[in-house]
Protein backbone atom coordinates (compact mmCIF):
# COMPACT_ATOMS: atom_id res chain seq x y z
CA UNK A 1 0.00 0.00 0.00
CA UNK A 2 1.82 3.10 -0.75
CA UNK A 3 2.19 5.52 1.70
CA UNK A 4 1.10 9.55 1.66
CA UNK A 5 3.36 11.78 3.58
CA UNK A 6 2.27 15.68 3.38
CA UNK A 7 3.86 18.60 4.90
CA UNK A 8 3.88 22.37 4.30
CA UNK A 9 1.01 22.67 6.38
CA UNK A 10 1.00 25.99 9.26
CA UNK A 11 -0.30 29.39 10.40
CA UNK A 12 -0.12 32.44 7.89
CA UNK A 13 -2.20 35.66 7.59
CA UNK A 14 -5.24 36.22 5.34
CA UNK A 15 -3.50 36.92 1.40
CA UNK A 16 -0.33 34.98 2.42
CA UNK A 17 0.81 31.77 0.52
CA UNK A 18 1.87 28.13 1.45
CA UNK A 19 3.02 25.10 -0.54
CA UNK A 20 1.97 21.79 0.35
CA UNK A 21 4.19 18.44 -0.43
CA UNK A 22 2.59 15.19 -0.68
CA UNK A 23 5.59 12.96 -1.14
CA UNK A 24 4.43 8.96 -2.26
CA UNK A 25 6.39 5.59 -1.28
CA UNK A 26 6.06 4.62 -5.12
CA UNK A 27 5.54 6.44 -8.80
CA UNK A 28 3.10 8.37 -8.48
CA UNK A 29 2.25 7.60 -12.47
CA UNK A 30 0.87 4.29 -10.81
CA UNK A 31 -2.11 6.32 -10.04
CA UNK A 32 -5.33 7.81 -11.84
CA UNK A 33 -4.85 10.85 -9.96
CA UNK A 34 -3.39 12.54 -7.20
CA UNK A 35 -5.48 14.62 -5.52
CA UNK A 36 -6.01 17.50 -2.44
CA UNK A 37 -9.04 17.09 -0.44
CA UNK A 38 -9.26 19.51 2.70
CA UNK A 39 -11.23 19.03 6.07
CA UNK A 40 -12.79 21.74 7.73
CA UNK A 41 -13.76 21.40 11.82
CA UNK A 42 -17.41 20.18 11.57
CA UNK A 43 -17.73 20.10 7.65
CA UNK A 44 -17.48 17.48 5.35
CA UNK A 45 -14.06 16.33 3.95
CA UNK A 46 -14.30 18.40 0.09
CA UNK A 47 -11.83 17.80 -3.21
CA UNK A 48 -9.72 20.78 -3.70
CA UNK A 49 -7.46 20.06 -6.49
CA UNK A 50 -6.21 17.43 -8.43
CA UNK A 51 -3.67 16.22 -11.07
CA UNK A 52 -4.02 13.07 -13.52
CA UNK A 53 -1.18 10.62 -14.76
CA UNK A 54 -1.77 12.49 -17.71
CA UNK A 55 -1.07 15.93 -16.35
CA UNK A 56 -4.88 17.27 -16.74
CA UNK A 57 -5.09 19.66 -13.39
CA UNK A 58 -8.84 20.14 -11.92
CA UNK A 59 -9.86 22.64 -9.03
CA UNK A 60 -13.06 23.34 -6.93
CA UNK A 61 -14.25 26.57 -7.46
CA UNK A 62 -13.55 28.20 -4.26
CA UNK A 63 -9.61 27.61 -4.74
CA UNK A 64 -9.85 28.19 -8.83
CA UNK A 65 -7.53 31.19 -9.78
CA UNK A 66 -5.77 31.05 -6.52
CA UNK A 67 -4.38 27.39 -5.71
CA UNK A 68 -2.29 25.61 -8.41
CA UNK A 69 -1.41 21.76 -8.40
CA UNK A 70 1.79 20.47 -10.09
CA UNK A 71 4.11 17.28 -9.33
CA UNK A 72 7.77 16.72 -9.79
CA UNK A 73 7.85 12.77 -10.87
CA UNK A 74 11.69 12.49 -10.29
CA UNK A 75 10.22 13.10 -6.37
CA UNK A 76 7.13 11.09 -6.96
CA UNK A 77 6.13 14.53 -5.26
CA UNK A 78 2.82 16.37 -5.62
CA UNK A 79 2.34 20.23 -4.40
CA UNK A 80 -0.18 22.73 -3.59
CA UNK A 81 0.52 26.35 -4.36
CA UNK A 82 -2.19 27.81 -2.33
CA UNK A 83 -1.84 31.81 -2.67
CA UNK A 84 -4.73 34.86 -1.78
CA UNK A 85 -5.13 32.13 1.44
CA UNK A 86 -8.76 33.36 2.94
CA UNK A 87 -9.62 31.81 6.67
CA UNK A 88 -12.22 29.70 4.63
CA UNK A 89 -9.52 27.73 3.31
CA UNK A 90 -8.34 26.77 7.31
CA UNK A 91 -8.69 22.87 7.30
CA UNK A 92 -6.50 20.26 7.07
CA UNK A 93 -5.37 18.98 4.18
CA UNK A 94 -5.16 15.92 3.18
CA UNK A 95 -3.44 14.35 0.12
CA UNK A 96 -5.32 11.23 -1.72
CA UNK A 97 -3.95 8.91 -4.47
CA UNK A 98 -6.56 6.88 -6.66
CA UNK A 99 -5.37 3.90 -8.52
CA UNK A 100 -6.93 2.36 -11.88
CA UNK A 101 -9.24 0.19 -9.78
CA UNK A 102 -10.89 2.83 -7.51
CA UNK A 103 -9.29 2.41 -4.48
CA UNK A 104 -8.58 5.30 -2.50
CA UNK A 105 -5.16 5.83 -0.44
CA UNK A 106 -4.93 8.64 2.38
CA UNK A 107 -2.12 10.54 3.84
CA UNK A 108 -2.29 11.57 7.14
CA UNK A 109 -2.87 15.15 6.36
CA UNK A 110 -1.23 18.66 7.23
CA UNK A 111 -2.83 21.53 9.39
CA UNK A 112 -3.31 25.03 7.39
CA UNK A 113 -4.16 28.00 9.63
CA UNK A 114 -5.12 31.33 7.78
CA UNK A 115 -6.08 33.87 10.10
CA UNK A 116 -7.83 37.31 9.59
Known amino acids: QVQLVESGGGLVQAGGSLRLSCAAS????????INWYRQAPGKQREFAAGITSGGTTNYADSVKGRFTVSRDSAKNTVYLQMNSLKPADTAVYLC??????????WGQGTQVTVSS
Open 26 to 33: ENIFNFYA
Open 96 to 105: NAADYSGRHN
